[in-house]
């Protein structure tokens, strides 16, 4: 690992240059923030929407301030290219506070509701959206800001105080979260910070004043925090990992495929949870594609990430290196081929650097094309109809999100409804991460709940229904119980939803007659 929680502190290294970046001190008392954030929340909790809005309009605009400085950090921490600090951390994430601070209202004011029941019909009812409480929100090194970011703000949007714990690999980037907050005038303790490793996440699980916690990271992490709060019996989202399948069909765009192949599984070094892993051509077009992406992955210009024209950094951690190197030794003995890559590239620098790696799917058990890399390698695999790449592309237990390639956008339509994912995009890919009326979320080992776009909104309320009864309408139901209470409400489910509906109730009549007469008297 590049940084540990050593002695109480947290000190982040470039992966690219080793260099330091920083030192931060480990949270050591988490219950005692999560308490003061509780303290906030109350009176945040009855914001209007107006100062929501106000406070995340000037979120958006901080964080256009300060953009320079949260990308370098970023990218320090990350190594990632600077490219990409300013599109999938700044960008993707200023889309997402300003989608809410405009769309809060409308989607959490309350909201009346008609039962469509005839003898409901006197009554006025409504549901509210009510904050939770403190939301924990607990992520991952890959996207250390847009994911915070856009976590934390919608919680807030929510009228929600938060406790973020970032990774300890990357706690200044996460710092940035509470900071732009803080600068845009969120009152003290809104949005929190505590640092440390897998304990302090665990700490904060646990903590007696969290009401949910919101978590993106591994299958392994995520299964952990599950149990933790199951027997708390605290609500959790989980964003997991993905093993994303790229489908490229015969009449796709060749050139746009291969460009897209390319930056969806080398992007941030293939660190990407909705990164294409496997790639599934048609065979007609199979040979010219894999020779273009190999061509394609061999022209990226490795180096570190603060130089404009970096494209492909290292990875993250030894560690992580260590891992995608045993993956595609373990693919290679099992029969994959290596097209290009599969190797550490010559570069002067002393970090974690992998080459981008295109193999020819092999043992479709390996490894590699099951468990979630998380690296720059892609496997490419020839398919003959749909269903055989439906098939392939159902094939793991990983369901987050899928990518279509063609130019008949109804065929890819239809066969976006086969594929098992929370998200498949046609001729593209990811980018919907900044979108606000897009939710986010996978199945399966990906994960479960929502994140971002309406249903995150709710996953993050209280839904509660408030009935409104006149008071002036007898119950029927009610006591007194009897012989003809039984008939009449028959004659409700026959009238209702019976066959032969008034024929049928017509049995029933005294019965009905009997309840009518209760129902409108008084
Ligand atoms: P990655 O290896 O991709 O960073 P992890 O799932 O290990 O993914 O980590 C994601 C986040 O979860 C990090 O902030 C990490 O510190 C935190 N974390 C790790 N272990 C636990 C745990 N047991 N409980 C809560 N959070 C944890």
Redesign the pocket.
């Known amino acids: 690992m590049n940084t540990l929680a050593v002695e109480g502190k947290l000190r982040p290294v470039n992966p690219a240059t080793l260099e330091p970046v920083g030192v931060v001190p480990v949270t050591e008392d988490v219950a005692y923030v999560a308490a003061g954030a509780a303290a906030a929340q109350s009176s945040w909790a009855r914001s209007s929407f107006d100062e929501r809005r106000v406070l995340l309009e000037r979120v958006a605009e901080v964080l256009v301030a300060r953009m320079d400085e949260i990308a370098a950090t970023v990218t320090a921490e990350t190594g990632k290219p600077i490219v990409e600090a300013y599109t999938t951390e700044l960008m993707l994430g200023v889309e997402q506070v300003a989608w809410l601070a405009k769309n809060i209202e409308r989607v959490l004011a309350p909201e009346r509701i008609r039962y469509g029941i005839p003898y409901l019909a006197h009554k006025r009812a409504r549901i509210v959206y009510q904050p939770v409480g403190v939301v924990a929100v607990?992520?991952?090194?890959?996207f250390p800001f847009s994911i915070p970011l856009s976590q934390v703000a919608g919680a807030v949007a929510a009228g929600n105080a938060v406790v973020l714990?970032?990774?300890?690999?990357t706690p200044l980037s996460g710092e940035w979260v509470a900071r732009v907050f803080a600068e845009a005038g969120a009152p003290p303790s809104l949005v929190s910070v505590v640092h440390?490793?897998?304990?302090?996440?665990?700490a904060?699980?646990q903590a007696p004043d969290v009401a949910k916690v919101v978590?993106?990271?591994?299958?392994?992490?995520?299964r952990?925090?599950a149990t933790?709060a199951a027997g708390l019996l605290r609500p959790v989202i989980l964003e997991l990992g993905g093993k994303d399948p790229m489908l490229v069909l015969r009449d796709a765009d060749l050139e746009r495929a291969v460009e897209g192949a390319a930056w969806g599984s080398f992007a941030n070094c293939g660190q990407v949870c909705v990164g294409i892993e496997r790639i599934y051509v048609a065979r007609d077009l199979h040979a010219r594609f894999v020779d273009a992406l190999v061509e394609r992955a061999r022209a990226l210009r490795i180096g570190r990430g603060y130089s404009p024209d970096t494209e492909l950094v290292p990875l993250?951690t030894e560690r992580?290196r260590d891992r995608v190197e045993d993956l595609v030794a373990e693919a290679l003995e099992r029969g994959s081929e290596a097209l290009t890559g599969a190797r550490r590239p010559d570069v002067e620098l002393p970090g974690w650097f992998y080459e981008p790696t295109v193999l020819a799917g092999g043992d479709p058990d390996a490894r590699l094309e099951q468990e979630e890399v998380?690296g720059p390698v892609v496997s490419v695999l020839p398919f003959d109809d749909e269903d055989e790449a439906v098939r392939l592309a159902n094939g793991t237990s990983f369901a987050l999100g899928a990518s279509i390639w063609s130019r008949d956008a109804s065929r890819a339509r239809a066969l976006a409804l086969r594929i098992d994912a929370g998200m498949v995009w046609t001729n593209d890919l990811g980018i919907s991460y900044g979108a606000g009326p897009a939710p986010w979320g996978g199945r399966k080992d990906s994960g479960f709940g929502l994140t971002h776009s309406k249903h995150g909104l709710y996953e993050l309320s209280s839904v509660k229904l408030v009935d409104s009864d006149s008071g002036r309408v007898r119950v029927p139901w009610w006591y007194p119980y009897g012989p003809r209470a039984v008939d009449g409400f028959k004659g409700v489910l026959e009238l209702r939803h019976g066959e032969d509906g008034l024929r049928g109730a017509w049995a029933h009549r005294r019965g009905l007659a009997h309840l009518a007469k209760r129902y409108v008297q008084q």
């Open positions: 607990i992520t991952p090194w890959n714990k970032p990774s300890e690999l440390g490793a897998g304990e302090t996440g665990a904060l699980v978590f993106t990271g591994s299958v392994e992490t995520g952990r925090i933790a993250i992580q998380f």
